[in-house]
């Protein structure tokens, strides 16, 4: 119930999740679910406690991007930094890996280290080129970082971006408007799960009409994919290759059935 309010009305969120912490309350997820809804309402203070029950019954660090932010957003920048370079990153998730350096630079820039925030947001992950789940996040958290340091025309590209990732990953999860699809610089979605975005446009102009509507019937059963914006690029050469074997077997059948007709003649 928290899970499915939480967007719409996270304090009525909350009240579920404290309602179901009292009767299970050594659950990990429980308590987890009460960390991020009091987070979502601003009690910074009881997410912090909750998140470190959670990461006590669970042994998980997958919540500490939040535990950060925690810290922050009580007012314990220092703190905040500290959490964050407690653990090694190498063990992480790449969202959650991407997701604690937002957290570490935000926390730099509560302390005025500006140059410092950038470099905290100077991972692999932050390539403009590819789009993956997190990189309009990252991308509009360095362009606010830029956009501190006066670097303005910098701040504007990279906060485009972060529009053109989020533009990419919804057209691929087929959550966008699929009537005619124009999303400006993207080439393609790669076997590691991310939208390219360094160049080219998919050209529309040449559809006409028909085209647009047999694309749109195509796609729009697809669900979207909640971990990257990859497809399967192996299905169709399945079939393919499928087609392929069953002509291969007629040949042999109207052979076999040649030899008996000769062999009954006899």
């Given amino acids: 119930m928290a899970a499915r309010l939480i967007d719409e009305d996270p304090a009525l969120a909350h009240q579920h999740a404290l309602a179901a912490s009292r009767s299970a309350g050594r659950v990990g997820v429980v308590r987890e679910t009460v960390a991020i809804t009091a987070y979502a309402?601003?009690?910074?203070?009881?997410?912090l406690r909750e998140l470190r029950t959670h990461r006590r019954i669970t042994?998980?660090?997958?919540?500490?991007?939040?535990?950060?932010?925690?810290?922050?957003?009580?007012?314990?920048?220092?703190?905040?930094?500290?959490?964050?370079?407690?653990?090694?990153?190498?063990?992480?998730?790449?969202?959650?890996?991407?997701?604690?350096?937002?957290?570490?630079?935000?926390?730099?820039?509560?302390?005025?280290?500006?140059?410092?925030?950038?470099?905290?947001?100077?991972?692999?992950e932050a390539d403009p080129d590819r789009a993956f789940e997190w990189s309009p996040a990252l991308f509009s958290a360095r362009?606010?970082?830029?956009?501190?340091?006066?670097?303005?025309?910098?701040?504007?590209?990279?906060?485009?971006?972060a529009d053109?990732?989020?533009?990419?990953?919804?057209?691929?999860?087929?959550?966008?408007?699929?009537?005619?699809?124009?999303?400006?610089?993207i080439d393609l979605i790669d076997d590691d799960g991310g939208v390219d975005v360094a160049?080219?446009?998919?050209?529309?102009?040449d559809v006409d009409d028909d085209d647009a509507?047999?694309?749109?019937?195509?796609?729009a059963g697809a669900e979207p994919d909640e971990h990257s914006a990859a497809?399967?690029?192996?299905?169709a050469t399945s079939d393919e290759e499928a087609s392929a074997s069953d002509e291969d077997v007629v040949p042999d059948d109207e052979g076999t059935a040649s030899d008996d007709e000769a062999e009954g003649s006899r």
Avoid at 143 to 161: M, N
Avoid at 213 to 219: G, H, I, K, L, V
Wanted: aromatic content about 2%.
């Fill in 41 to 47: 309402v601003g009690d910074f203070a009881l997410a």
């Fill in 59 to 124: 042994g998980s660090d997958e919540q500490l991007p939040l535990i950060v932010d925690s810290e922050r957003g009580v007012g314990r920048a220092d703190r905040a930094l500290e959490e964050g370079r407690a653990v090694d990153r190498s063990t992480l998730s790449v969202p959650v890996r991407v997701q604690l350096a937002i957290a570490m630079s935000g926390a730099r820039l509560d302390l005025g280290q500006t140059d410092r925030a950038l470099q905290e947001l100077e991972i692999p």
């Fill in 143 to 161: 362009a606010a970082v830029l956009e501190e340091l006066g670097r303005d025309a910098e701040a504007a590209e990279w906060q485009r971006r």
């Fill in 164 to 185: 053109i990732a989020a533009e990419a990953l919804d057209a691929a999860a087929g959550v966008a408007d699929r009537e005619v699809i124009v999303v400006e610089e």
């Fill in 199 to 205: 160049s080219g446009v998919i050209p529309v102009d």
């Fill in 213 to 219: 509507s047999e694309a749109s019937d195509d796609t």
């Fill in 231 to 235: 497809t399967d690029p192996g299905s």
